[in-house]
């Protein structure tokens, strides 16, 4: 019974990290698109994408559906039940990460005016690759059991939410009347990024809280990292 229960745990396990590192590809992948944008090239990314999510969606299942069996069949002790509700957190989040690149490409995809989107693409860049390296961490946090990872992506959070409110100060311009003019279609679809990056950063955020309450049993989405014994 203990040897099946120990089997039953590590697929739990295996299947995680086959799909943490999906969403890693994920995200690596829209960092390429966003370094080398193009009107030309852009659609030849929209079927590995969408491939990959609909890989991600049935991971998200499985793993669900692992879990679920393992608590009826096998009765974990309250160590492993920790882990693999941290598990299942985590999963929730990776599979809401995965929906944010989709919409992040839908995004690029119909932005009308490249030069518009080129003039706020090294903010954006910037501001993906930290939420990309913030999931990075959350996710080494729980598989190397060490918090520090997991402070370190809670703690850039704040840094995301200043980088978003940086470019909406930028991109409200003043005309020479002094009215306030809005970018338009295209406005609508950078700020459609910029605010799916900032929510990647929300959900590493989750993962890393996740992983402390796996290593530690402590839940601080309350209370927040400050009350975290050294």
Same mark, same amino acid.
């Given at each position: 019974m203990k040897s099946k229960k120990n089997n039953a745990l590590k697929k739990i396990r295996v299947e995680f990290e086959n799909f943490s590192n999906l969403v890693l590809q994920q995200l690596n992948l829209l960092e390429n698109i966003m370094g080398d944008f193009s009107v030309?090239?852009?659609?030849? =990314?929209?079927?590995?994408?969408? %491939?990959?999510?609909?890989?991600?969606?049935? =991971?998200?299942?499985?793993?669900?559906?692992?879990?679920?069996?393992t608590i009826v069949l096998y009765q974990p002790m309250a160590s492993d039940l920790r882990q693999i509700f941290a598990i299942y957190r985590m999963s929730l989040n990776l599979e809401r990460i995965g929906d944010m690149v989709i919409s992040i490409y839908n995004n690029i995809s119909q932005i009308k005016d490249p030069k518009i989107f080129s003039k706020n693409s090294k903010l954006i860049e910037n501001m993906?690759?930290? !939420?990309?390296?913030?999931?990075?961490?959350?996710?080494?946090? #729980?598989?190397?059991?060490?918090?520090? =990872?997991? @402070?370190?992506?809670?703690?850039? $959070?704040?840094?995301? $939410?200043?980088?978003?409110?940086? #470019?909406?100060?930028?991109?409200?311009?003043?005309?020479? +009347?002094?009215?306030?003019?809005?970018?338009?279609? !295209? =406005? &609508?679809?950078?700020?459609? @990024?910029?605010? +799916? @990056? %900032?929510? &990647?950063?929300d959900h590493a955020t989750n993962i890393a809280e996740a992983s402390i309450y796996a290593s530690e049993g402590t839940d601080i989405r309350h209370t927040g990292i400050e009350h975290l014994k050294d």
């Open positions: 030309e090239t852009i659609g030849g =990314y929209r079927k590995k994408l969408e %491939e990959t999510e609909n890989k991600l969606d049935q =991971y998200e299942v499985r793993i669900s559906e692992r879990i679920i069996n993906l690759i930290l !939420s990309s390296n913030m999931v990075t961490k959350a996710l080494l946090s #729980f598989t190397n059991n060490d918090k520090e =990872y997991a @402070i370190w992506a809670i703690k850039n $959070d704040s840094i995301i $939410d200043e980088l978003n409110y940086s #470019f909406i100060k930028k991109s409200i311009l003043k005309d020479q +009347d002094g009215k306030i003019k809005i970018l338009m279609q !295209s =406005y &609508i679809n950078i700020k459609g @990024i910029v605010t +799916d @990056i %900032e929510r &990647i950063s």
